[in-house]
């Protein structure tokens, strides 16, 4: 298994980066928080976790390990797959995620896409404990850094959302807000998807 990959970005939207070492361009999944972290670098450090199917290998890659860590324990949780943690790390940064489970509220992880009133129970059983021990490293923060309407909507089609729906509520939200950033958007879209 990969711990992580340093290299030279290539290609970065708020949903992937291919990051080149060695000759060889690595396509990685990414959260809106690390886009967040690595947005206008040349270069990157990421930690990776690898996810091994049948009919593929893909790589998600983290800003910082903290990050990673929470990826990984709610991967672990019966019900929640890599897509659906990727789409909570985009929605909550790290901090909002553990304050969520520690303090048992179901509905701020309810206002994730694809996560239920089950789900998000379970994730508050399972990970309550877990979530405790994480070590405190910071808050996340988010660059103030300009972007257009063009890659808030190709970063939620990527994300899986309808195109169509996607355009109608990207355009409600820059109307509402014409200096928000990509990572605002697309924040605020995945809580009106």
């Known amino acids: 298994m990969y711990e992580f990959i340093r290299g030279t970005i290539t290609a970065l939207n708020p949903a992937s980066v291919v990051v080149e070492t060695a000759g060889v361009g690595y396509f990685i ?73 520690t303090s048992g509220n179901a509905d701020v992880l309810k206002a994730v ?39 808030s909507l190709s970063a939620l089609v990527m994300l899986g959302f309808a195109k169509k729906d996607a355009e109608k509520v990207v355009s409600k939200i820059i109307r509402e807000d014409p200096d928000a950033t990509v990572e605002s958007v697309i924040k605020r879209a995945l809580k009106r998807l």
């Open 29 to 101: 999944n990414i959260s809106l928080n690390t886009y967040s972290k690595i947005n206008g670098q040349k270069e990157a450090s990421l930690f990776i976790h690898q996810v091994v199917r049948e009919d593929a290998h893909i790589l998600y890659g983290f800003a910082e390990q903290r990050e990673r860590e929470i990826f990984r324990n709610l991967i672990s949780v019966n019900g929640v797959g890599a897509n659906t943690a990727i789409m909570m790390l985009s929605s909550l940064n790290p901090d909002e995620l553990s304050a969520a489970v």
């Open 113 to 151: 896409k694809g996560i239920g009133a089950k789900t998000a129970q379970r994730i508050i059983i399972d990970l309550k404990d877990k979530f405790g021990k994480i070590s405190e490293t910071g808050q996340i923060l988010i660059s103030a850094d300009n972007t257009s309407q063009k890659e």
